[in-house]
């Protein structure tokens, strides 16, 4: 019921900076908790930030300082602003949603993910 688009991710040199990009579209009644997180090669997919719709933030101590999350609830839409970019945030980058889809029900969807490359 509820699609997750990402955009944004790119090949970048180190000390670079990206925007990513999440749109949520299909029939929800609200969105709630929206999140970044992000899987490299051979690890665990790890958090990377969160925001609530009352944009309370969180964010994982590797990128505290470096990364900011917001989001647009008119549009629907989460951002990731990635600045001072290193090597090890090399990863693909997925969006997490919290809908609310009916009265009672809030399900969690993903997006199909957004490669970024940071080369030294």
């Known amino acids: 019921q509820v699609q997750l688009v990402e955009s944004g991710g790119d090949l970048v040199q180190a000390g670079g900076s990206l925007r990513l990009s999440c749109a949520a579209s299909?029939?929800?009644?609200?969105?709630?908790?929206m999140g970044w997180y992000r899987q490299a090669p051979e690890k665990q997919r790890e958090l990377v930030a969160t925001i609530t719709n009352a944009d309370t933030t969180t964010y994982a101590d590797s990128v505290k300082g470096r990364f900011t999350i917001s989001r647009d609830n008119a549009k629907n839409t989460v951002y990731l602003q990635m600045n001072s970019l290193k090597p090890e945030d090399t990863a693909v980058y997925y969006c997490n949603a919290d809908a609310r889809v009916r009265s009672f029900l809030q399900q969690t969807y993903w997006g199909q993910g957004t490669q970024v490359t940071v080369s030294s």
């Open positions: 299909g029939r929800f009644f609200s969105l709630n908790v």
